[in-house]
Each structure stands twice: as structure tokens, then as C-alpha cells.
């Protein structure tokens, strides 16, 4: 019947069913990331940067908030500690791709709703100055957010109006 008008109705309405339901959502959750974060830099930053060739970090950090049953293995802020990624960019900014290479999904089980988060921060390397010299936005909100996009990140100097 899968191959008549009808089956294939049919077939569709069930998968309309687990969407609605959460069921394929849930079934999502525990994937690792895959997003993108996009760094622009201000006229002011991006001079001081490039004359400067230093590099800049975008660094995600993955928590999620534990389980009753899991409250013994938070760490000293009560999080889940999910992993972390960092990954260096030119002096000039660009996009960084996200595959969550240091996600431990394995510990998704101990995060109420296995519903993981990620903290994004942007900052220079320091491999040539020894301060961070970025302003950035920030990011932080759950993986299903991020998940898939390209979220747009603008830095300015430390002190930039």
C-alpha cells in the first residue's frame, strides 16, 4: 500500500505525528553539533588585529544542567560539562565550523531533557600580544538553536564605542 497516493499519504501523516510529538526532536538530541559562527571584525579591530597578525580564537563550550540522579557529577558551577572546541581563525576573521569534535554526548543522559547547551566565545589567541583585544558578542543558548546555522558574530576593540 506504501506505493498507492494513499500509502504514501499515510506514510506522511505518521511522520507529521512524530514531529508534532517531539519524537523525532528527541531522536535529534543526542547528534553532535554542527554549526557555524561567522566573525566580523570593526574598521578599528580588524586594523589593530591584522597589523598586529594575531589570531583569534572562537571557542565553544558545550554544559547542560544535571539530573537529580546525575547532581553528583556537576562540576563547581553545577553544570554538566559536555566538552569544549576551539577553533583558531586569521587575523581578519572568518567562519568557524563547529562538528563537535570535543562533545561527550555519552554524558547527554546525565542533562535534564538530554537537552545539551553551548557557550560561544570569541577572543584573540594571543600568540603575538598578550591580552585579549576583541569585544565580542556572545553566544549562548541550546545545541537545537545552533544546530545547523551560521550565527553571526561582530567584534570591536576592547574599549570601542
Known sequence: MVGTKAG???????????VA????HAQTKGAAPNFAIAVTLSPAAAKRVGGLKEAI?????YYGEPTKAAAKKADEIGQIDLGSEEIRLGS???????????F?????????GREGRVN??????RLVHPDNLLDCGLFE??????QGRTIPMTCK?????
Open 141 to 146: 543558548d541550546t545545541l537545537a538553536v545552533a
Open 104 to 112: 561527550k554526548a555519552d554524558r547527554l543522559g546525565w542533562v535534564v
Open 120 to 125: 560561544i566565545n570569541v577572543y584573540t589567541a
Open 8 to 18: 504514501w499519504a499515510m506514510a506522511a501523516v505518521a511522520v507529521a505525528g512524530l
Open 157 to 161: 576593540l576592547i574599549g570601542e564605542k
Open 92 to 102: 581578519a576573521g572568518g567562519t568557524a565550523t563547529f562538528t563537535g569534535k570535543g
Open 21 to 24: 510529538s517531539g519524537v523525532a
Open 57 to 61: 580564537t572562537v571557542a565553544a563550550y
